[in-house]
């Protein structure tokens, strides 16, 4: 399953050196003036996960694989953007295509870095970015609105259940509020999701500080947190020069440095995790000698759906899931321990998948 996440932002808040140290390459190139990035650029990283490796270890498996998640480095916007200014117009396009998305704002001070617009807001950064991302949906929402009230005038069905469901966007729109505010029934959410709004996505606020915050953060971070929570949104707070630092160093050096800046993990690991949870995902695993797998599902999804993910054959001759959770299999240190327990479960069609499931699918070919 391809889940991509949008990393957005003003000229020279970090973006393109965070994207490069969760890709761990130089793809996108940093540098400090405006629109440095002149295309997406797209990665995929794992999502780490400690529980591949208890678990790999207990089966003896000879490969770990782990699932993924794809970063779009889309480059930066500006005043304006909505109306064509900088760049605009091609990358509001881009960032209708992810799923969510990570808003980098600039919480350091660095008088050789230039800031767009003169200033270290990161709340004002906020809400310019949110101000085009809504005056381009309301655009593209008035322009499709014309056409579909001729249509449900005459009485079309479908027609009015759209319409109404676009002006729910367009009254939050135009009070200035982001359309993922508005109030869904369970059987709207998906007709909603798919007008394409920008401002519909869910928003992870990425605090970029100086080295000496990265483990705390400052009084910047701490307004944006405060921002995420009343808004029911979710930030994390990384330097993304220090990211950059760490995804260069070979494996065995990263934990001295992390421990010499008072650091557990990099900051990228919490990003990605926030961002996978931020997306309504959760993973479920495969376990043998040959390899422990993780895949991607998104919650509430039933058992026929994660066998699908791992073939379509699988979700179509669907006849049970063996399963076993995740703590189950440690504590029986095993399949075999497991049921001896009585831990081990045979789930049918209608079994909701849980986080950290171990499954095996049986099905007729």
């Known amino acids: 399953m391809g889940f991509k996440c949008g990393i957005v932002g003003l000229p020279n808040v970090g973006k393109s050196t965070l994207f490069n140290a969760l890709t761990q390459t130089a793809a996108a190139q940093a540098a400090n003036y405006p629109f440095c990035t002149i295309e997406p650029n797209v990665g995929d990283v794992a999502v780490p996960d400690p529980r591949l490796d208890t678990l790999a270890k207990i089966a003896g498996s000879a490969e770990i694989i782990p699932t993924r998640i794809t970063f779009v480095d889309i480059a930066g916007l500006v005043r304006g953007a909505s109306k064509g200014e900088g760049l605009g117009n091609q990358f509001l396009a881009t960032i209708r295509e992810v799923d969510a998305v990570a808003h980098v704002l600039r919480c350091f001070q660095d008088d050789d870095i230039t800031h767009v617009e003169g200033r270290i807001d990161p709340i004002g950064d906020a809400e310019v970015v949110e101000t085009e991302l809504m005056l381009a949906d309301l655009e593209s929402l008035e322009k499709r609105i014309k056409p579909l009230e001729k249509k449900a005038n005459s009485g079309e069905k479908e027609a009015k259940e759209q319409l109404a469901l676009m002006m729910k966007a367009v009254v ?54 405060a921002k995420a929570k009343a808004e029911g949104a979710r930030a994390v707070v990384i330097s993304a020069k220090v990211e950059e630092e760490i995804a260069q160093l070979p494996n065995e050096e990263r934990k001295d440095f992390l421990d010499s800046i008072g650091l557990e993990e990099p900051g990228l690991n919490r990003m990605i995790r926030v961002g996978y949870d931020l997306l309504g995902l959760l993973t479920f695993f495969t376990v043998g000698p040959k390899e422990t797998r993780a895949w991607t599902v998104t919650r509430g999804s039933r058992a026929p759906q994660g066998a699908g993910v791992i073939h379509t054959d699988f979700e179509q001759g669907f006849i049970r899931a063996e399963t076993i959770a995740f703590p189950d299999y440690v504590s ?17 069609k209608d079994y909701v998948i849980a986080d950290g499931d171990v499954m095996h699918f049986r099905f007729n070919n």
């Open 172 to 225: 939050l729109l135009r009070e200035g509020r982001p359309a993922r505010q508005a109030e869904l029934s369970a059987e709207e959410r998906a007709p909603y999701s798919q007008l394409g709004l920008m401002t519909a996505k869910p928003v992870l606020y990425v605090c970029n500080v100086e080295e000496a915050s990265a483990a705390n953060g400052n009084e910047f971070s701490k307004k944006v947190e």
């Open 332 to 348: 029986g240190k095993g399949e075999a321990g497991a049921r001896d327990a009585g831990k081990f479960r045979l789930e049918g």
